[in-house]
């Protein structure tokens, strides 16, 4: 079985600062892991995914995100925050051994002030 | 323009009702899937389908119903036993056997029973 978990479910940055969300995951097989984002009302936005290749992975809107096995995580970052940017994100892992079933976090709110 | 398209946006039903959302996707994905989307909880699976005429439960399949009988579309009908159906609903739709691939994201409908 497979879990992601969000560690906070509320992050708050200004504008101009770094941002970090955080995303642990638990899973039997080598996963497929993403990052997508979400604006009110709306549907979802594919940020970026790993799919086992180079560990450090590039997104759009200047985000990234790391795989790191031995810690189990998937950590999403951007340099310097937009006004945006603000919006909630959500980490999710899809196992190698089970071609459809996505897992989702319970997502991450970021809010970006001035 | 390929993609995902989600009916009505906006959705009222009345206490007892059935209600049908529409879901089609002209990607010519093999796997599509109904989430439901409440605040704080994420997005959880009600149903998914990887291929035409199957389709299986997810986590909360109970007073749900859905159909696959073209590959293009997945409609999901939220029945009168489904006791608290106020929520936000999102189908995604995706290359069954392609792991590495994202899911795709409609717009959502919002469903309120009144």
């Known amino acids: 079985a497979q879990s992601v978990t969000q560690l906070d479910s509320h992050v708050s940055v200004s504008e101009g600062t770094p941002v970090l969300l955080r995303c642990n995951y638990s899973s039997s097989y080598s996963p497929s892991l993403f990052w997508y984002v979400q604006h009110p009302n709306k549907g979802l936005q594919l940020l970026l995914k790993y799919t086992s290749a180079a560990t450090l992975v590039k997104g759009i809107n200047g985000f990234e995100a790391e795989f790191k096995k031995s810690e189990t995580s998937f950590h999403l970052t951007k340099p310097s925050a937009h006004m945006s940017d603000a919006a909630e994100y959500f980490c999710?892992?899809?196992?190698?051994?089970?071609?459809?079933?996505?897992?989702f976090g319970t997502g991450t709110r970021l809010q970006v002030t001035l | 323009d390929g993609g995902i398209t989600q009916s009505p946006k906006y959705l009222f039903r009345k206490e007892g009702q059935n209600v049908t959302l529409s879901c089609e996707q002209n990607l010519n994905h093999d796997a599509m899937y109904w989430y439901r989307q409440d605040p704080g909880q994420g997005l959880r699976l009600i149903y998914y389908?990887?291929?035409?005429?199957?389709?299986q439960k997810g986590d909360i399949a109970e007073g749900y119903s859905v159909s696959r009988e073209k590959k293009e579309s997945f409609p999901l009908t939220v029945t009168s036993a489904q006791k608290n159906p106020t929520a936000f609903y999102l189908c995604?739709?995706?290359?069954?056997?392609?792991?590495?691939?994202?899911?795709?994201f409609g717009q959502g409908t919002r469903l309120t029973v009144v």
């Open positions: 389908s990887q291929i035409v005429n199957d389709f």
């Open positions: 999710v892992v899809r196992p190698w051994s089970t071609a459809s079933k996505l897992t």
């Open positions: 995604a739709s995706s290359p069954a056997e392609i792991r590495s691939t994202e899911a795709f």
